[in-house]
């Protein structure tokens, strides 16, 4: 289907959609195919059993939901929720809060201006350029820029079990941070910026627990950032 000017309901037992330019809302299911979406001025709502998902620009919110495969989201001015049994999820820049999530596959984000929630069953988590975030894998590193946008900035919590945690933090962000590793053996906390404060607990022969706290900027919101097994960096962000 292409260049339609009303809204599009569309169904297929099994195989793949291709839609291009449509005026109106956009509902589209299928039962193992891929799904194509190009330009749509309304919501879009999306599903298929396994397939992957692709969507170019929508203007008003993309709801996607993957049996398997993979999520790829260019553009959308609205609110993103994303979910998929196994495979990534890719998305562009996002103008509303995100929720993503993914049973065993990576998750990377160009950009979003309200509040970001991922979930990843194994796999790393890339966030770039988000106000807060709430950000959970059961195994895999975790990288997230915090940047200022117009959305109300609230509480973050990053956390994994196996895995490195890198935190850029831009100039202009008022935050509060209290970091640990639980098995601090071998890993380090470090920190670009001396009010982040890092202590250490236990001795050589013993668990030693990391942690680190401090404020940034006056302190604001709390970010939260713990791994049971890996190093966490606090880094400047350019912008």
């Not at 589209?28 to 001025?41: F, H, R």
């Not at 807060?132 to 990053?158: C, H, M, P, Q, Y």
Request: proline share 2%; net charge negative; aromatic share 2%.
């Amino acid at each position: 289907m292409d260049d339609v000017g009303g809204s599009v309901n569309a169904e297929t037992g099994g195989d793949s959609i291709d839609v291009g330019t449509v005026g109106g809302d956009l509902k589209l299911g299928t039962g193992g195919g891929n799904i194509s979406i190009g330009a749509v001025k309304g919501k879009i709502q999306a599903e298929t059993g396994g397939g992957n998902v692709v969507v170019l620009s929508g203007e008003q919110g993309v709801v996607i939901e993957a049996g398997g495969g993979d999520v790829e989201i260019k553009r959308c001015v609205g609110r993103v929720k994303a979910s998929t049994g196994g495979g990534s999820i890719n998305l562009g820049d996002i103008g509303g809060a995100a929720d993503v999530e993914t049973a065993g596959g990576s998750i990377h984000l160009t950009s979003a201006k309200g509040r970001v929630g991922a979930n990843a069953g194994a796999g790393s988590i890339e966030l770039y350029g988000v106000p807060s975030a709430r950000v959970e894998t059961g195994a895999g590193g975790i990288t997230v820029k915090f940047v200022n946008t117009a959305a109300e900035r609230s509480d973050s919590v990053l956390e994994t079990s196996a895995g490195d945690i890198t935190v850029y933090i831009a100039p202009d962000v008022a935050i509060s941070v209290r970091a640990s590793v639980d098995l601090g053996n071998g890993h380090h906390i470090t920190s670009d910026f001396t009010d982040i404060h890092v202590a250490s607990e236990g001795d050589q022969w013993g668990p030693r627990t990391l942690t680190a706290e401090g404020k940034l900027n006056g302190g604001g919101p709390v970010l939260k950032v713990r791994t049971t097994t890996g190093d966490i960096t606090f880094k400047r962000a350019n912008q």
